[in-house]
């Protein structure tokens, strides 16, 4: 049974910053495609950051150079560390891996197999 597990969301101030974590089971995350996505309230989900099986990382235009996806592969946890954050950021925030990692730098969600439960992410201004 595939578990991925979210920690780390929070409300924090505009400029801040914040680490997503997710701690995955039943799936190893080593070489394999996992991201990050979000949803805010009456949007649509959307990529925001995916790693492939080699380590290349693709972002949003609406992310690049303030988010960061890793990954460790000892503790089969995936991050997304977010900095100069953004009141246009609040959201919930997704962890899900792409099982069909041809897909993996789309960022599209459809192409997404296993989904988190999501954690919370609050920018004031």
């Known amino acids: 049974q595939v578990q991925l597990v979210e920690s780390g969301g929070g409300s924090v101030q505009g400029g801040g910053s914040l680490r997503l974590s997710c701690a995955a089971s039943?799936?190893?995350?080593?070489?394999?495609?996992m991201g990050w996505f979000r949803q805010a309230p009456g949007k649509e989900r959307e990529g925001i950051a995916t790693i492939n099986v080699n380590d290349l990382t693709t972002y949003a235009d609406s992310v690049k150079g303030r988010f960061t996806i890793s990954r460790d592969n000892a503790k089969n946890t995936l991050f997304l560390q977010m900095n100069t954050l953004k009141p246009e950021d609040t959201a919930m925030y997704y962890c899900?891996?792409?099982?069909?990692?041809?897909?993996?730098?789309?960022?599209?969600?459809?192409?997404?197999?296993?989904w988190g439960q999501g954690t919370q992410v609050t920018v004031s201004s």
């Open positions: 899900a891996a792409v099982v069909n990692g041809a897909y993996c730098r789309t960022l599209n969600p459809n192409f997404v197999g296993y």
């Open positions: 039943g799936y190893s995350i080593s070489r394999r495609c």
